[in-house]
């Protein structure tokens, strides 16, 4: 039996504060299966961008151990997680980051750049074909600028699959758009899970809540709940 993509095991994390320490993380134990999509949420302050920065390796925990796709993140140093992270692990953030200086073509390249692992020339081919997954190839050559928050968020995961990582992370990936161009983009993680990519994101949205297989609640730096979503009827007021 395989194990579980994601593994923590008594994750505490703590930061100073003057002369005591504010402890954001306490002994917390997760797993997540390869294809699952968990969804992380709570209120503010809550932990669980910690959370979500743990499993990244953008953060190591103060005590506990950290595994992701086989590598202890908890031993690695600075050097090696940045290499770590770039082969195994696609990001997207609330508000794109997308390089403004480059088109959307580019953007998506960039990761494979820095990666090496495509010959130079098939890294444009797989840029264009991952622009076509998200409905962008009529864009490609465009400024992001020039494009809709919801097309640049496309773009954005588009650019976070460049290196075929194993993990899929978000956060708040609909935060920054208006309904309809959330829309566009909860339909291209819809495709996402449909293809068994492992997703974990932290988000507010209810709506996108309810489309993960689980949804993990952090309060005051503890998983509270961990179980399937409550998923309302269509119409029906869903708490924030």
Do not use: C, Y
């Amino acid at each position: 039996m395989s194990r579980p993509l994601i593994e923590l095991r008594g994750v505490r994390k703590t930061f100073p504060l003057g002369e005591r320490e504010v402890t954001v993380l306490d002994d917390v134990s997760l797993t997540v299966e390869r294809g699952e999509f968990v969804a992380i949420v709570g209120a503010s302050g809550s932990g669980k961008s910690t959370l979500l920065n743990m499993i990244t390796g953008i953060d190591r925990p103060t005590a506990g151990e950290v595994r992701v796709a086989g590598t202890a993140l908890h031993e690695l140093d600075e050097n090696r997680l940045a290499i770590w992270r770039g082969e195994h692990v696609g990001v997207v953030f609330q508000f794109f980051q997308l390089l403004p200086a480059l088109t959307l073509l580019q953007n998506v390249v960039l990761p494979m750049d820095f990666a090496g692992r495509l010959p130079a020339k098939q890294r444009r081919e797989r840029a264009e074909s991952l622009l076509a997954q998200v409905g962008l190839t009529a864009h490609a050559d465009q400024l992001p600028g020039t494009v809709s928050g919801g097309q640049q968020q496309r773009a954005a995961i588009a650019r976070a699959l460049a290196n075929d990582p194993p993990l899929l992370v978000a956060d708040e990936p609909t935060g920054n758009l208006d309904s309809r161009t959330a829309d566009e983009v909860l339909a291209v993680l819809d495709a996402l899970r449909a293809a068994d990519r492992t997703i974990v994101l932290v988000t507010h949205a209810p709506d996108l809540a309810e489309r993960a297989d689980r949804v993990v609640r952090v309060v005051d730096g503890r998983i509270a709940a961990d179980g399937p979503p409550v998923r309302h009827p269509a119409g029906a007021p869903t708490a924030a």
